[in-house]
């Protein structure tokens, strides 16, 4: 399968990253190769293609889309080009993969989709959460009966990356090119998880916040924002549930605090993706008792599980983020050979820690305490 990215900033480079890596986590049973990218700024795509040995560049979507070597197009651009390039791709009868949210309008959302069914081709929207692996054992405990009818839920999604005002605006804060602000960035995580858990929504009731209309533009002048800061919706399931949906990128002291509750009428269950180890369950049939009995959440372990060819690699003892540690390090390594630094951890630390093993050990077997 040969992919052409279309966008190349911060997730166009992530999907690359996972392309690349695919065999690594899912064994090598398919051939995937990105064959080219595309970028607004010719030099950026011709760096990103160096650089991770992208295949072709180029700054013409067109040259991507119509290469009939291309089986899939990759659509990582701001999302009112969405809608246009994911629509000529198809008509080219290619594949796509689609960042979020899909296009600026609902009218748009249809058609690509009626197209996608008409044409025969695969589309896929990249919501990623979907594919954490709490989310995936959440899913199935729902689909077991085990939270039963859904009575309410809660989702937040919250960073603090807008509560800077000296910060250069991006295109996420021009509505010209997002069609729309936090809701459209966050706030579609957070409705599809409930989607995908919860089923279909009758109803909301929305309400948008821009606390800091007055910004710094791209070129440093006084600029004003049109694109919602934060979003608040109270929304109803079609299952009669009713929950809260709180998005905003104005939250003091948030990462990507994307934490969700769903609370039945036979269990529960909360995620937080800042603690993506765990899916924590409450199962209301548990035996109570005067000291508690069985009663509680169980803090399930979904450590890198993953449904098979998807777990076998890093294993499912390794917590998430564990190799990101790997690349660290390895970068350490590469870094102090590269620039002539002295490396951390060097060996002298491996040896302090032999020594520490070396007493230990001799420790044990003399059966007493030793001074290091
Ligand atoms: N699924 C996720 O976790 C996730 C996270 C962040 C962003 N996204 C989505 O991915 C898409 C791309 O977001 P990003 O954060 O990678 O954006 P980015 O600004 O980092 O990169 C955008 C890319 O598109 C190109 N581009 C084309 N026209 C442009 C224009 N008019 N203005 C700015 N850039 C333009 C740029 O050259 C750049 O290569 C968006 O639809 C966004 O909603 C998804």
Redesign the pocket.
Known sequence: MKIGI?????????HAYCIKNLPFFFGSSFDVQVLGVC???LA??EN?AKAYDLGFYTDNEDDIIYNSEIDAVD????????YETAKKAILAGKHVY????LAVNYAQARELSDLARERGVKCQM????RFMSPIMRAKEIINEGKVGRVLSFSVKYLHSSALDTEKKA???QDKD??GGGVL??LG??AVDLIYHLCGELESVIGKSQIAYPLRTGVGGQPWETNADEAFYMIATLKGGGVGTFEISKITTGANDDLVLEIHGDKGSIKFDLMDPNFLYFYDASAQGGNLGGYCGYTKIECVNRYPAPGGIFPGIKAPIGWLRGHLGSYYSFVDSVENNKKPMPDFESGAYVQLILERAYESARLGKELKV
């Open positions: 279309l966008g190349f900033g911060s997730m166009g480079k992530t970028t607004r700024n950026n795509a990103a659509i990582c651009t701001p999302n009112i080009y969405h689609c960042e979020k949210p990249v919501f990623n959460n991006g295109w996420k090119i997002c459209f960035d579609s995580h």
